[in-house]
Every structure is written in C-alpha cells, then in structure tokens.
C-alpha cells in the first residue's frame, strides 16, 4: 500500500506542475490571440510604410526594423495626407512596434503550420466561390477577380484561414463579401511573399505577408491589419479598419482544421479549473 501511495505522489507532483504550466498559457492564449499586439495596428511594416493620397486608419500605424513611415499626419516627418484616427497610434521604429513585429512573426508560423490539413485551392480563382470556416491553401499564387464570398452560417467564434503560397493579387473592382458573420469571427491571409489589392478592391481580413503589401487607389480593408513582416507597405488613398483579429477558436464549420488561437471554452476552462487543480493536487501530495 505504502508503494502504491508513494508512486501516486509522484505522478501528483508531474500532474499538479503540468497543470500550472497549462493554466499560464491558457491565460496568456486569451489575452494576446493569433496575432497578439500586432491585432491593433491597422499597417504594421517592416522596412517603410509610404502612402500618398488620403489614407485612413482606424487601427495603429507602425514600422520597425525600419523607422521611416511617409505620407501621414502624426508621424516624425507628419507630412500628410493620410491620418490616423484615435485611439490608433503610431508607433516608428520603437520596442512597442518591435513587439507587434514579433507578433505577427508568431502569428505567420502558426497559420502557416496549418497548411498541412488545409483544402487545396491552387489553380482556382477565388472569383465565384463561397468558402466556410476551416483552413484554405494555394501551392504557389492565388488571385482574386471577382467577389469571393467568406460565409460564417450565422455562428460566432468561426476563422477562415487562406493560406498562399507565393503571391496574392486582386484585380481592379475586386471584392470580399462576409455573410453569416457572428461575433468574434476571423478572417487570416497568410501570404508566403506579397499582397497586392487592385485599384478600388474591397477586401476584408489580416493580410500577413512575408515581404511586402501594396495597396493601389481606392482600395480598402474593411476589417483587418496589413502586416509586411520584412518588407515595405504602400498605400494609396485607402481605407484599412482593424477588427478581423479574434482572440477565440473555430469549432471547424468548413473543411481542413481548427485554428488554435487564445479565447475558446476550452481555455477559458483551463485558466479557471486548472490552477485549482494543481493546488488541489499539491495537498494531496503533501498529506501522503
């Protein structure tokens, strides 16, 4: 009997520090999410952020490595036209536009890391189709002439990654409509090199380039941020609003796989039943 107690506490003391160790991260998942600080910047660039024409953001500006942003008021050259609306920052080349940077790095891996149990969609125009929550892939590019439509059936906590191999580009008048949206759905692209939205193209989402994202005239992102994680954003009299960066996990309406980000029940759970399980499970330990 004496072996059997003692065996049993020593598995309580692997248990009970597996339990601490997965309530600090169930705690953290929820607060940051996928894209962690980086959700609240509407462009985040790496090299340079340059815009002409009447640009709005309704989200947070910033650039690091690189300290240059051009074409916007607020800024360390505050040259114009382009703004900022409050309570969006900005933010060159400084440690809270490095953090956003690592960020989005985390957040790029981890979509990517998806690929492997996504649908394949490489050769198809996304023009015409109509995809549902789950994780989505192009081998190499993907194009968009169209309207694409991203529909969530009515539930909330849905994410719909599109995960592209090389290139992303839009052509003119291009759209993406959401339907069916619920609360706290995502929209992802993950761009294995650069974006590009044609002239007046409506598009919804994070775009998270790998290089570079240029917006051409007209252009919008009605919610979601621009991320170029090593190279330049160029903007033209767009419009990006940030808001498609949900903390919560898809229950996996559509094909392909769940997105493991902060927020789901299941956290919510461990963060809660967790640390009062690793106490309970240190009494125990102590009293034998």
């Not at 081998?139 to 992303?168: H, R, Y």
């Not at 190279?231 to 493991?260: E, M, W, Y």
């Amino acid at each position: 009997m004496s072996k059997y107690w003692y065996l049993s506490a020593g598995k309580m003391k692997v248990f009970s520090l597996g339990l601490l160790i997965l309530s600090v991260l169930a705690v953290n998942a929820h607060a940051q999410g996928i894209l962690g600080t980086a959700g609240s910047f509407a462009v985040l660039g790496a090299s340079t952020v340059t815009n002409t024409g009447a640009t709005v953001l309704n989200g947070s500006l910033g650039v690091s490595p690189g300290s240059a942003i051009t074409g916007f008021f607020g800024t360390v050259e505050n040259d114009g036209p382009g703004i900022v609306v409050p309570p969006g920052s900005v933010q060159e080349g400084n440690a809270v536009a490095a953090t956003a940077q690592t960020d989005a790095t985390n957040g790029f891996n981890t979509l990517y890391g998806l690929r492997s149990s996504s649908l394949n969609l490489s050769g198809q125009d996304l023009g015409g189709l109509t995809l549902g929550a789950g994780v989505y892939s192009f081998a190499t590019s993907a194009q968009l002439t169209g309207n694409l439509t991203l529909d969530f059936g009515g539930k909330s906590n849905q994410t719909i990654v599109i995960d592209i191999g090389s290139t992303l580009t839009t052509a003119s008048g291009s759209s993406v409509s959401i339907v069916g949206a619920g609360t706290n759905d995502s929209v992802y692209w993950v761009v294995d090199s650069s974006a590009t939205l044609g002239t007046t193209t409506s598009f919804e989402g994070n775009i998270i380039s790998l290089a570079s994202d240029s917006l051409n005239t007209g252009a919008t992102d009605g919610c979601g941020s621009v991320i170029a994680l090593t190279g330049a954003v160029t903007l033209q009299g767009n419009t990006i609003s940030t808001g498609c960066n949900s903390t919560t996990t898809t229950t996996g309406l559509g094909p392909g796989t769940s997105v493991p980000e902060g927020g789901s029940t299941l956290l919510y759970l461990c963060s809660c039943l967790l640390p009062l399980g690793a106490m309970r499970a240190f009494r125990f330990q102590r009293s034998i």
